[in-house]
């Protein structure tokens, strides 16, 4: 009896399009290590989600060579048959060329699977397409739909995890104020611990920070002393902001995107009442033209969302700097503890 090519019928049934026929050639208990994220995915129900994308997404591909022999599975784990099998694609008109190891178990079957990719800018790419199609699949959740829950929020300052803590304002905001863009009465709304309501405070300005969450004020407020800068900060809710018009500038760096519909609107009616004729409002929101964290929104929800009562000056591409926690720099294959910069949306909506 022949013994099994485990390889080659691998090869094949990816070549014909078998999805079926691959996965069979699968251990139940496979680990497979992506060129786009730090630990692997694994188990049989794990990867099969994986490859159903990477069929879509992989245009044109074709295997190139093979080669057969014995390699050291995982760290310091022991040598088993192995399989390299060269192959060329496209990723969204970005030509791709790669490997994937195959290393058999006891069994016979697959048991440890990992792909490596050229150029390097190419990683991007698959990433984006990947968790573009794990997320049409329902294998991620859809994101942004409701507002996130305070808990969430309380919890992110309690027990010191929140990625948007970068210990110092965003640079997004500083050029605002650097180029002349905040002026008079300042609100910093969602303001967490507080970097930009100091930042603005410390250079003069007439600065109010608030939010929600007593743990985030608290902590804002330990930061402000520990800066030696003078700043009101308050725990308020950004939805009932009272119906005296007061500001002339609002800094919004990040609390947009976190609510639903329905808190949106309210959120949007409560600014228009406490902005005076003439306000502006800066909105910098997490975008979803690429992998990131948290919630991300279209273009079109910051349009829609400044329609009657404002006029929309601006929305142009931005970016969005964070803290990688380990499971965030898993998904999107950067080193955790890291400081990354997400896409995002500036926008200035004048209150008219």
């Known amino acids: 009896m022949a013994e099994r090519d485990v390889a080659q019928e691998f090869r094949s049934a990816v070549e014909a399009g078998d ?33 159903r994308v990477l069929l879509r ?18 760290d310091g784990g022991a040598e088993t048959e192995s399989h390299i099998l060269q192959f060329r694609c496209a990723v969204g008109g970005k030509q791709v060329e790669g490997m994937d190891l195959l290393q058999l178990g006891e069994n016979g079957l697959v048991s440890t699977f990992t792909v490596l990719l050229r150029p390097a ?5 698959v990433s984006e397409a990947v968790y573009r199609g794990l997320l049409a699949d329902g294998v991620l959740p859809a994101e942004g739909r409701r507002t996130v829950p305070k808990t969430d929020f309380d919890s992110a300052y309690t027990e010191e995890w929140a990625p948007w803590i970068i210990g ?10 650097r180029d002349g863009w905040i002026t008079g009465a300042v609100l910093d709304p969602g303001c967490g611990t507080g970097e930009h309501t100091i930042h603005l405070a410390r250079l003069g300005y007439d600065v109010r920070g608030i939010d929600f969450s007593q743990p985030a004020v608290d902590r804002a407020r330990a ?17 009932h902001l009272g119906t005296e018009p007061r500001y002339d500038t609002v800094v919004d760096s990040a609390l947009f995107h976190v609510f639903g519909d329905a808190d949106r609107a309210a959120y949007v009616a409560s600014l228009h009442a406490a902005c005076v004729p003439g306000a502006r409002v800066h909105v910098l929101a997490l975008s979803d033209t690429e992998p990131g ?31 990688l926690r380990d499971e965030d720099a898993d998904r999107l294959g950067l080193p955790p ?16």
């Open 57 to 74: 997404t992989f245009e044109n591909f074709r295997y190139t060579g093979q080669f057969a022999g014995r390699a050291q599975e995982g």
């Open 19 to 51: 999805l079926d026929a691959a996965l069979a050639l699968f251990d139940p208990e496979i680990r497979f290590f992506s060129p786009v994220k730090w630990r692997p995915f694994e188990g049989i129900d794990a990867v099969s989600a994986l490859f």
């Open 223 to 239: 930061n402000a002393k520990a800066h030696g800068v003078r700043a009101r900060i308050d725990v308020a809710d950004a939805l």
């Open 293 to 323: 964290l948290g919630p991300r929104i279209s273009d079109s929800v910051l349009r829609d969302a400044f329609g009657e009562g404002w006029e929309l000056e601006a929305l142009e591409p931005a970016r969005y700097r964070v803290t």
């Open 337 to 352: 503890g890291k400081t990354a910069d997400m896409a995002a949306w500036l926008a200035r909506a004048r209150r008219v």
């Open 168 to 177: 110092e304002p965003q640079p997004a905001v500083v050029r605002l104020e």
């Open 121 to 125: 800018s190419a990683q991007q790419a």
